[in-house]
């Protein structure tokens, strides 16, 4: 066991710092345009992309390295560079799965933010139970056609491509009959329309696809086999990262600490109520466990092994972490945490959109983590049975199957 | 950055599992819980001869000088089988006087705790019921010869089969440890029964118990932070028995749902039982890295090493809780008898939240530290 970084590792930190510091906005980017250009800044520094191979544009480091470049940019609240779920989710995926000609037309322009993705999975009757989709995607010699409703999608509006997982054979089980294929989304038959959130704001889009065209040369893996490339494109998703989380929590725990002084009830500053402290004590508590286990998965990524299905205990981990964090949190914070719309200093703190906020609307984000990208419900189900070994359930669907 | 056990950290684990599956097995234990003495001399010199007693303390004393990430492994292992025992009070002991201890009194006591001719106690509590070092109301006062001491330590564990027993209490000059011999007149001890009767645990009455002046330990009025140190580092040691416990509960549970049929299935099918046995495995994992996380920094010396250890007994105290009575609940029936052995784990588990410090403590502490 050792727990300190190599020194390559420590001087890779203090270069991304460095650099960060001299090249973060100076004002608060507003326009897709304003963002791409700070992604592609990041980009060419060598801060997205980090851990893609260096033959698909990337810049081949380590998952230390990664975890590093998400962490120095939450300390500093650099605004996020986009086109995550293409660079975390998608890209890896085609590197997988992908022809070479698929790798050269998508991935440069995927890393550089030229072409913003989406991902098309969930459907309004296919959520836990994402094998149900009814999407179809019918064979029409060179291409498929495409129809059906998408959910759930983030940055739909701004999505120039989009993975889509489809029907291709009706007739088989479920799990059998998909098939995984790339969506131009500028097209006629492809429809956006933003969803509003809890929060209030929309960052998740219905997409509806009626006589939508997808090339057949843009089938990602075999035809109907699509249903075990979903399998590695959530096991992506799942355990990312974890230093820059935790780093977010940190910053939004020394927010609180300043609001519990100057905030005050009965007659003194809530920071001296003893119920208050012992909350907050168990809070700080909970945040370093996080960044502990987060530590230890990182350890193992960065030796090259794949934490497989042991990924949901980290996601199952944070997000329930994150619910009763903010829960916390407002409970000290009385009325006061409640406000959506004020302005005053510690009360910017990072959602979990990556986006900044009040307390309020951080607690209303943290109900979206147990349920995006696999419920905790999924998660203990997946730990249950391939983690535990414990017996599959009986399902209504298996026994008709 | 490497969070993996090295090949001898392992073996240690592995060795330690073998011989506690063998030497101190369930019905091992309730024999010793019922035993008057309630520990095994036999096991003790066993212990003596793989290495375990000397395990962190110095090489020229005939220990190992190994860390607290070895002795973590240990503790994590002595808890997963309910070891009843003073191994933890008398290594913390041993510590102490390899920290500041006088040559004489590492001569003295260093070698007989590795070589299993030693045990010891500490008593950390006073009758007041404040964790907090600096809050000791026991009187040390001088004497044409010496000291004596005046006061109650409460849930003292094991004095009753201590040679030597570290009293913390408040002389004129401050804060002061004194290495006293539990057999000494002025001293008068009291058992109370503990939830864990793997854990023996005593009032004692110190009523101008006379102490020699070389058995101080440490400089007279400056003893706070090799105390608050001790504290902590008892903590950890006390996070890492109580994951052993969930570890062995988590285990008893998911190979239960494997097996026991309801409704003619085994009940682990059922979502209920299943998120159940995930939500132990979360907490168990997540303790696992507190644990040795904290090992770690201490080890280390790493500057979030004692906030570290706080967090590890906070944390794990619920954790380990929770895992071990979720085990109970998934056993149904048979997991709350005495003669199926969960109760053991669930005690152990327990009976050490209450001991170096407890949750609101240490809570304190880290809230102290890091909003100071």
């Known amino acids: 066991m050792d727990l300190n970084y190599s020194p390559e590792d420590r001087a890779f930190r203090d270069k991304a710092r460095r650099w960060l510091e001299a090249n973060i906005p100076r004002e608060d980017l507003k326009t897709l345009a304003e963002r791409k250009a700070w992604h592609r800044k990041l980009y060419e520094a060598g801060y997205v992309g980090t851990l893609w191979p260096t033959e698909y544009g990337g810049w081949g480091a380590t998952a230390m390295q990664q975890a590093i470049v998400q962490d120095e940019m939450a300390r500093i609240q650099a605004p996020p560079a986009i086109n995550g779920l293409g660079i975390g989710f998608i890209g890896p995926t085609i590197i997988v799965h992908g022809t070479e000609a698929q790798k050269q037309r998508y991935l440069k322009k995927m890393l550089t933010a030229e072409e913003i993705w989406c991902q098309l999975y969930s459907e309004p009757n296919a959520g836990s139970d994402l094998a149900g989709l009814k999407t179809r995607a019918e064979d029409a010699g060179d291409h498929f056609v495409v129809n059906g409703q998408k959910i759930w999608t983030s940055s739909g509006p701004i999505a120039d491509w989009g993975i889509l997982l489809a029907r291709t054979d009706p007739q088989v089980a479920k799990h059998k009959g998909i098939s995984c294929v790339l969506l131009n989304m500028r097209q006629p038959g492809v429809e956006v329309r933003p969803l509003k959130q809890i929060t209030g704001h929309s960052l998740f889009s219905e997409v509806f696809m009626t006589n939508a065209r997808a090339e057949k040369s843009d089938l990602i893996g075999r035809l109907d086999e699509g249903w075990a490339i979903a399998q590695t494109t959530l096991g992506y998703e799942r355990g990312a990262n ?85 829960e916390t949190a407002l409970e000290i914070l009385g009325p006061w945490g409640q406000v959506m719309t004020a302005r005053e200093e510690f009360e910017e703190i990072d959602t979990a959109s990556g986006e900044a906020g009040t307390w309020a609307t951080a607690f209303l984000w943290a109900r979206a983590g147990t349920i995006y990208s696999g419920s905790s419900e999924i998660q203990k189900n997946i730990i249950g049975e391939r983690v535990l070994g414990l017996p599959k359930e009986v399902r209504a669907d298996r026994l008709k199957a | 950055m490497d969070f993996s056990f090295t090949p001898d950290q392992s073996l240690l684990r592995s060795s330690a599992r ?355």
């Open chain 2, 18 to 372: 073998a011989f506690l599956d063998e030497h101190c097995k369930p019905a091992t234990v309730r024999l010793l819980w019922d035993d008057p003495r309630g520990e095994s001399e036999a096991m003790w010199k066993e212990m003596a001869q793989l290495g375990w007693l000397g395990l962190g303390l110095p090489e020229e004393h005939g220990g190992s000088g190994l860390g607290m990430v070895e002795t973590a492994l240990l503790l994590e292992e002595l808890g997963r089988a309910a070891y009843p025992g003073p191994y933890w009070p008398t290594m913390l002991v041993g510590h102490a006087i390899a920290e500041a201890g006088s040559d004489a009194q590492q001569k003295r006591w260093l070698g007989a705790i590795a070589g299993g001719g030693a045990r010891a106690a500490l008593a950390l509590l006073d009758a007041d019921l404040d964790w907090s070092p600096p809050a000791a109301v026991t009187r040390a006062e001088r004497t044409a010869d010496g000291w004596q001491l005046t006061g109650t330590k409460r849930y003292v564990a094991w004095p009753h089969v201590a040679d030597v027993l570290l009293v913390p209490a408040r002389a004129p000059e401050g804060l002061s440890l004194f290495l006293v011999d539990p057999s000494a007149s002025g001293l008068t001890s009291s058992p109370v029964q503990s939830m864990d009767p793997g854990l023996r645990l005593a009032h004692l009455t110190l009523d101008r118990m006379p102490v020699r002046p070389d058995e101080t330990l440490g400089r007279v009025g400056s003893a706070g932070p090799l105390l608050l140190r001790l504290l902590r580092r008892g903590a950890l040691g006390a996070a890492a028995e109580m994951l052993g416990a969930a570890r062995r509960c988590l285990d008893m549970a998911v190979g239960y749902a494997k097996i026991r049929e309801q409704f003619g299935q085994p009940i682990g099918s059922f979502q209920a039982i299943r998120h159940k046995c995930a939500e132990m495995l979360l907490e168990t994992e997540n303790s696992h890295a507190a644990v040795y996380y904290a090992a770690w920094a201490l080890d280390a010396g790493a500057d979030d090493a004692g906030t570290a250890a706080s967090i590890a007994k906070s944390y794990v105290g619920d954790a380990s809780r929770k895992v071990c009575g979720e085990a109970i609940q998934v056993h149904g029936g048979i997991g709350f008898t005495w003669e199926y052995d969960l109760h053991m784990y669930f005690k152990r588990a327990k009976g050490l939240e209450a001991q170096y410090g407890d949750a609101d403590y240490h809570r304190e502490l880290i809230l102290g530290a890091v909003a100071s």
């Open chain 1, 242 to 326: 974890s230093l820059g989380r935790v780093t977010r929590y940190a910053i939004a725990f020394n927010q609180l600490v300043k609001a519990t002084r100057q905030l005050r009830r009965h007659g003194r500053p809530l920071i001296e109520d003893p119920s208050v402290r012992a909350r907050m004590g168990k809070l700080y508590a909970e945040l370093e466990v996080q960044r502990y286990a987060g530590l230890r998965v990182l350890s193992a990524l960065n030796k090259g092994e794949s934490p497989g299905a042991a990924s949901s205990i980290t996601k199952l981990s944070y997000t329930e972490f994150e619910k009763r964090y903010y």
